[in-house]
């Protein structure tokens, strides 16, 4: 539900109706007021990307899928901004790869910790980790919230997929041997850098991509095994980079960004 009309021929509507699901999951308490400037960040990252998933994101995706497969006790780290946005398909996602929902939070409060556990709740989670004292567990060397987890969840796993996340706390988790899966919009970002899968792509359009992905290599464990073999994460971060360089490159040498052609061509 969202407060304002946005007419459906408006040439942003979608990027206006996902900023509005934002601001209306921040009214609720859901979102923190951190994250209404933390999707403006990932707004301006998407436009150079073109909107759309890369290749590399799309690569990126396969590997965090079939990761999440094999994994023996993999864990969906939610915060605000993925509960507003993702909550079906975060727990779709957890129902094919059998993977735990932990809310996480930067900005720590119960409030805001119940508010997120009732909207996976309603999405369909059957069991949400890491609320209040259940998040009794501490991650060693990280200063901010995010170090709480609950022992069943984070703390024992050995996959977490970290949706818009703070850099530190995926260094700290790579650091206790945990393969960490990123979704993050800005490749230059510690949590791009530091994670061992990083997807550079909007979740609103990743996640539903992963639950499909997930879902065709659920029969097929060789070819989980194959996917991974092949994918080297620096490298295709590199090609997320070399990507959004050589599409603004583009863009430049023509000088004028919107025309009828160019949107036709989804550019
Ligand atoms: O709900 P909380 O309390 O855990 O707080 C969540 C935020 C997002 C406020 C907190 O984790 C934070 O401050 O994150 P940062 O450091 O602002 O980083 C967020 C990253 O997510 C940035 O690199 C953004 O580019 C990226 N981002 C924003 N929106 C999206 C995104 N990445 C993918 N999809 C998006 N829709």
């Not at 890491?130 to 796993?157: C, M, N, T, W, Y």
């Amino acid at each position: 539900m969202t407060s304002i009309k946005i007419p459906p021929e408006h040439p942003r509507a979608e990027s206006l109706r996902i900023r509005e699901e934002l601001v209306e999951h921040y009214r609720k308490g859901v979102v923190a007021t951190a994250g209404l400037i933390a999707h403006g960040r990932g707004e301006a990252f998407d436009y150079t990307l073109g909107e759309k998933t890369t290749k590399p994101a799309l690569n990126a995706i396969e590997a965090a899928a079939a990761t999440l497969l094999i994994a023996e006790k993999p864990v969906i780290s939610v915060n605000g901004n993925t509960a507003a946005l993702v909550a079906e398909e975060m727990v779709r996602l957890s129902q094919i790869v059998k993977a735990k929902i932990e809310v996480n939070l930067f900005y720590r409060s119960l409030e805001r910790e119940l508010a997120i556990k009732e909207l996976l709740e309603k999405a369909g989670a059957h069991e949400v980790l890491g609320i209040g004292e259940h998040a009794s567990a501490k991650i060693p060397e990280l200063g901010s919230e995010r170090r709480r987890v609950d022992p069943r969840g984070i703390l024992a796993a050995d996959v977490v997929l970290v949706p818009l996340e703070d850099g530190d706390r995926t260094e700290a988790l790579v650091k206790m041997g945990k393969k960490v899966i990123a979704i993050d919009l800005n490749p230059l970002s510690r949590t791009s850098q530091k994670a061992t899968i990083s997807i550079v792509d909007n979740v609103v359009r990743a996640t539903p991509k992963l639950v499909e992905i997930a879902r065709e290599l659920k029969q097929d464990s060789k070819k989980c095994h194959r996917i991974l073999l092949d994918f080297d994460n620096k490298k295709n971060l590199a090609e997320s980079i070399t990507l959004i360089k050589e599409r603004l490159s583009k863009l430049a040498e023509k000088g004028e960004y919107l025309t009828l052609e160019d949107e036709k061509h989804g550019f």
